[in-house]
């Protein structure tokens, strides 16, 4: 069974700041990754997807990568504000149509 | 186009009671999954449901709770006899019949709290 690990997983960070979170699996046979931001009480916006081709897509400010090999997946954030405070999550797609979640990791970004 | 819309948005009920949580999926998709999210956990899949079918519940709890997807309307979630540890926020998100990259549109969720 699949199983998603997120390190850290509180991190707080002065605004203008890059940052890098970290996402590791032990199943290695997915179909995609996607990364999620999640505000407090709200539902689920989705940031990033990878496919198990690709290697890393970006969006902006943020660029996820992904290492199948390794396990590991990354979401970099460059010169983070304030409205990037949130929780991310990091959900693998095995087969079976259901994503596998991390427990997230909190950012707090300081003005 | 609509999101993936849930109601209610909070849901309060005493233990014994029953909870029916609603889901309507976005428009054109006919896939609905639903997870729970525990307090200080990471969101777990409950099950997997297309239109009048259930195609994958290993998430779900043995007893008491059950979902369902009609022809017309929504899903629904139901869990019958709550107790304090189904407290938590039940998210569904859908997709729609064939697609690339298999991602889920997630709703706002529906926090449940048992008292």
């Known amino acids: 069974k699949q199983e998603v690990t997120q390190i850290p997983a509180a991190l707080s960070v002065p605004e203008g700041e890059n940052l890098v979170l970290n996402c590791s699996f032990t199943?290695?046979?997915?179909?995609?990754l996607q990364w999620f931001r999640q505000d407090p009480g709200k539902g689920l916006t989705s940031l990033l997807l990878?496919?198990?081709?690709?290697r890393e897509q970006t969006s902006g400010r943020l660029n996820a990568s992904l290492d199948k090999s390794s396990g590991r997946s990354t979401l970099y954030i460059a010169a983070s504000q304030p409205g990037d405070s949130a929780t991310y999550l990091c959900a693998s797609m095995n087969t079976g149509n259901q994503f596998y979640f991390g427990t997230g990791t909190s950012l707090t970004v300081i003005p | 186009n609509a999101g993936v819309m849930q109601n209610p948005r909070h849901l309060v009920r005493r233990r014994g009671q029953e909870a029916r949580l609603r889901c309507s999926p976005m428009?054109?998709?006919?896939?609905v999954y639903w997870y729970r999210q525990l307090p200080e956990e990471g969101l777990k899949f409950m099950v997997y449901?297309?239109?009048?079918?259930?195609?994958?519940e290993s998430g779900m709890p043995k007893e008491r709770f059950s979902a369902e997807f009609p022809k017309e309307g929504p899903s629904i979630l139901r869990i019958q006899q709550v107790v304090r540890g189904d407290s938590a926020a039940y998210f569904c998100?859908?997709?729609?019949?064939?697609?690339?990259?298999?991602?889920?549109?997630f709703g706002p969720g529906t926090r449940l709290l048992v008292l």
């Open positions: 449901l297309q239109k009048e079918n259930i195609i994958d």
């Open positions: 199943d290695s046979a997915i179909y995609n």
């Open positions: 428009k054109g998709h006919s896939h």
């Open positions: 998100a859908s997709s729609p019949p064939t697609q690339s990259g298999w991602t889920q549109y």
């Open positions: 990878i496919q198990s081709s690709q």
